[in-house]
């Protein structure tokens, strides 16, 4: 699955090519949401629009049952789609119940288990551990461990590609599985307790089954401040709580690689694996008191390349 992750990460970076008689045509399932959340897919779809070159067709989803399964596939036989790109839980949980002929693809949650994903394969909003620790390495270049503590039943998948990450850049990567909350503070205790401050760090994944944000968070941000352990997070909504950095989306520049992706899957000549890529291309949020505390200088031009810069003036 690994070998197969990363071949098709490369192939769908690259620069797409095809050649079919007419142009392929694209079909968008997407949920139907408040703002400021349908901010997020409509950028996803407009990206999706601007890589495909061509008209495409959007369902929005307002719920799932059987009268909205029956819906949806007579709209795509009118629609004759050669791909689809579902968004979005909602979006995913549709697809599931259709028959569908034509390759799909997912994007817009953070995880999907192998097992569900019936041959699809998809992008997470999850950022990639290549970019998370190249990060961590330009900020704090003594750092030599990184602890993660992780829900397998989500996760492994990110582990699988962390590990390799970890590697090449001459990191030692502890990871940790835990089951549910109760599990995962007492491991991170144990973590906080043994972690050396100059050469190691904590990597918080995003998943509410092991990291409650008003229980565990918490802790581990107090006793990382007392002990000035460099903490960061895949989950960006934690660095203005304090956390060093992290990653996320450039939400139209995920809808084209979903629509490059999407495209990649028309010329296989037989079913792939399921999988699923992390977040590519992602825009990076930094704490500069947290930077400053743990004695880390970053001048203000590196200061200038990050998305968001917090605290705020």
């Known amino acids: 699955m690994l070998a197969c992750s990363w071949l098709c990460l490369a192939l769908f970076l690259a620069p797409f090519t095809i050649s079919h ?25 407009g990206g999706i629009t601007a890589e495909a070159k061509t008209g495409i067709s959007q369902y929005g989803l307002e719920e799932v049952d059987e009268k909205q399964t029956a819906a949806i596939q007579e709209w795509l036989s009118k629609q004759k789609p050669d ?34 994903l019936d041959g699809s394969v998809g992008i997470s909003l999850t950022p990639g551990p290549k970019q998370l620790f190249g990060q961590l390495k330009r900020l704090s270049p ?7 503590v ?17 590697a090449a850049l001459g990191i030692t990567l502890v990871t940790k599985a835990a089951e549910g909350l109760r599990d995962s503070a007492r491991i991170h205790r144990d973590i906080l307790k043994q972690a050396k401050r100059r050469t190691d760090s904590v990597w918080l994944l995003q998943d509410s089954s092991i990291m409650g944000s008003n229980t565990i968070l918490p802790m581990i941000l107090k006793e990382s401040w007392n002990k000035k352990l460099i903490v960061f997070s895949s989950n960006p909504s934690d660095v203005p709580r ?9 939400n139209k520049v995920l809808g084209k690689k979903l629509a490059s992706l999407a495209l990649s899957r028309l010329d296989l000549t037989q079913k792939s694996s399921a999988f699923i890529l992390p977040l590519p291309d992602a825009l990076s949020a930094v704490n500069l008191r947290t930077a400053s505390h743990l004695g880390l200088h970053i001048p203000f031009e590196e200061q200038r390349k990050f998305g968001l810069v917090f605290p705020r003036k």
């Open 242 to 250: 304090g956390v060093l950095f992290s990653f996320y989306a450039d």
């Open 142 to 148: 003594r750092t030599k461990r990184i602890f993660v």
């Open 83 to 116: 791909a689809i790109v579902v968004l979005g839980r909602r979006g995913i949980k549709a697809a599931r119940n259709l028959e569908l002929s034509i390759p799909s693809v997912f994007g817009g949650v953070l995880y999907v288990a192998d097992t569900a």
């Open 21 to 45: 008689a007419a142009e392929p045509r694209i079909a968008v399932i997407y949920p139907v949401v408040k703002k400021p959340y349908s901010t997020v897919f409509e950028q996803i779809i």
């Open 150 to 166: 992780y829900n397998p039943a989500r996760y492994q998948w990110l582990i699988d590609l962390a590990k390799p990450a970890a």
